[in-house]
């Protein structure tokens, strides 16, 4: 009998390890997309250009404008409007996501949005980074590895999570 209660411990210390693992990687995720659509994507000089928009820091004065000045398509303006919802609604669901994972629950329904949200934020992402109109001496800056890290860890939470064995 003792043999049985030790094997029914062992499994469900393992299942609440995986679990934790899955919400260790949504929180990471979700982070990573608010962090990233916060940030700069690019650098030039003391300009950091983001989608956010732009802010300007000369002499110890940081002004934030917008991005018409850049020279970029309407298309491409609002393509940065439309990475900055897409962030944040990756991070909305994804967070849903570790709630309902860390709750014991089973939200394959959540995870379905998680995974359009991701591929929603992968299309817009993809294309305000692809049509930036460029500047002379730009970089990439963090913003657009967070924004890729979120994407990954993203992915890697729903299918840690769906992958799991069926929790009873």
């Not at 970089?139 to 840690?160: E, H, K, S, T």
Request: aromatic fraction near 10%.
């Amino acid at each position: 009998m003792q043999l049985k209660q030790l094997k029914f411990n062992m499994r469900a210390a393992m299942e609440t390890r995986s679990r934790w693992i899955a919400v260790s990687l949504a929180i990471l995720a979700a982070t990573s997309f608010a962090l990233a659509v916060q940030s700069a994507w690019w650098s030039v000089g003391e300009v950091t250009i983001g989608p956010f928009g732009a802010r300007h820091c000369f002499g110890g004065e940081c002004r934030e404008s917008g991005l018409a000045w850049i020279g970029g398509s309407e298309l491409w303006m609002r393509s940065a409007i439309a990475t900055r919802a897409a962030g944040y609604i990756a991070m909305f669901v994804l967070i849903a996501l570790a709630g309902g994972i860390a709750a014991k629950r089973e939200p394959r329904i959540i995870a379905r949005a998680v995974i359009t949200a991701i591929i929603t934020a992968v299309a817009t992402g993809a294309y305000f980074a692809a049509a930036f109109p460029g500047l002379s001496g730009a970089g990439i800056d963090r913003g657009v590895f967070m924004y890729g890290a979120g994407i990954v860890l993203g992915v890697a939470a729903v299918v840690y999570f769906l992958r799991s064995p069926r929790r009873s």
